[in-house]
């Protein structure tokens, strides 16, 4: 088995079909759980990140943020999307989500800004020898971006790879582009 973890940001129905949607997230989103199916034996584990907001959040437009309500806690739209949760059901003992936004006050576009769910993506990237990490996911410019610059930033000891045709963004790519040319990152 190699020591490849796939690294996939927030899948979930608000980004795809509910109220903050990406562009092409939902093709996207399907093709991905199509290859987690074809390609599970590649990896020792796979990390789901989650939006799990309270229902008033920082990031809300309602709270003088930027974005519309989103992922709020145990809702629909905070799920994961129901063919890529399909798809992970088959390998639970290789599957963990890590939950982040999950504080009232302040914003957690990277998984590696909520300290718990940091601190047991490091535990796993440790414990498993991981020396190789693909990233994918929601929405590219935003979340995704900020995962793999603070990835960058802790000098987390993998190659990362960007699956890019998984990982649809609100700039069209150009963001996640930039970041693709950095010297840590390969496609």
Not at 53 to 65: K, T, V
Not at 73 to 92: C, F, N, R
Request: charged share 25%.
């Amino acid at each position: 088995m190699s020591n490849k973890m796939l690294l996939i940001i927030d899948p979930q129905i608000d980004f795809i079909s509910g109220s903050l949607p990406v562009p092409d997230a939902e093709p996207a989103m399907n093709q991905l759980a199509r290859y987690v199916d074809d390609h599970q034996a590649d990896y020792k584990c796979i990390i789901i990140t989650a939006d799990s907001h309270p229902m008033r959040h920082c990031s809300f437009n309602s709270e003088g943020g930027q974005w519309p309500r989103h992922c709020i806690a145990d809702s629909v739209g905070s799920a994961i999307w129901p063919p890529l949760m399909d798809a992970l059901l088959k390998y639970p003992d290789k599957v963990e989500i890590l939950h982040k936004g999950v504080y009232s006050d302040r914003e957690e576009y990277s998984i590696f800004k909520n300290l718990e769910s940091k601190e047991r993506l490091l535990e796993l990237i440790s414990r498993n020898h991981i020396s190789e990490i693909d990233i994918c996911g929601l929405a590219g410019d935003v979340c995704v971006a900020d995962t793999i610059r603070d990835a960058i930033e802790i000098h987390i000891p993998a190659r990362i790879s960007v699956l890019t045709r998984f990982t649809p963004s609100l700039d069209g790519g150009a963001t996640l582009d930039s970041l693709i040319k950095t010297p840590l990152i390969f496609v």
